[in-house]
């Protein structure tokens, strides 16, 4: 199974690509105003974030909860999260 989960979410990353944090947040649902100031990055179908300039809790989709552990090893070995100038 961990197999399983692992080549999944490798896929999915592959696929993946670098989306703002507010353009993600819309992807949520959640609507917000502001400006982004981060591009972060998500893998198809995924999508893990938090608001802007706020050390608020992780907001993610269903898919986002369940590869999330593997969604922050991949941010911060793979793919880190980039500031917006």
């Not at 944090?21 to 893998?43: A, F, H, K, V, Y």
């Not at 938090?50 to 793979?78: H, I, M, W």
């Amino acid at each position: 199974m961990l197999g399983v989960y692992l080549v999944a979410y490798a896929v999915l990353s592959l696929l993946g690509g670098y989306q703002n944090n507010i353009s993600s947040l819309d992807d949520l649902g959640i609507i917000t105003r502001g400006m982004p100031d981060r591009e972060e990055w998500q893998p198809v179908s995924i999508r893990v974030t938090q608001f802007p300039g706020q050390a608020s809790r992780s907001r993610a989709n269903a898919p986002g909860y369940l590869f999330l552990p593997l969604v922050l090893l991949d941010r911060t070995f793979c793919h880190p999260t980039r500031p917006m100038t």
